[in-house]
Nanobody
């Protein structure tokens, strides 16, 4: 129902900034919330930040004060500042919501690599 494409990842030095983008297409009116997740090498996927249809935001404690999630139309962004080597991970965009018949869905993008060197 919803397709997501992440972009903006790359290689940066510690302390620098990076902005990730998540472009949503398809039945975007059915989206209730979008979240950014990340999966460090050798570790499990973890939630980074979420934004709801009412633009309510929430953040993991590890990124509070450094990361900002925002939305413009069908695009969601993650502005990352003060990056640390521990932020190195594949970052994924996830959208959840309900279709016209009330069927819940969860859609994932392919991910974008963020590497922070010391």
């Amino acid at each position: 129902q919803v397709q997501l494409v992440e972009s903006g990842g790359g290689l940066v030095q510690a302390g620098e900034s990076l902005r990730l983008s998540c472009a949503a297409s398809g039945s975007t009116r059915s989206i209730n919330a979008i979240g950014w997740f990340r999966q460090p090498p050798g570790n499990e996927r973890e939630l980074v930040a979420t934004i709801s249809g009412g633009d309510t935001t929430d953040y993991a404690d590890s990124v509070k004060g450094r990361f900002t999630i925002s939305r413009t139309g069908a695009s969601v962004y993650l502005q990352m500042t003060g990056l640390k080597p521990d932020d190195t991970a594949v970052y994924y965009c996830n959208a959840v919501g309900y279709g016209d018949q009330g069927v819940p869905f969860s859609s994932w993008g392919q991910g974008t690599q963020v590497t922070v060197s010391s």
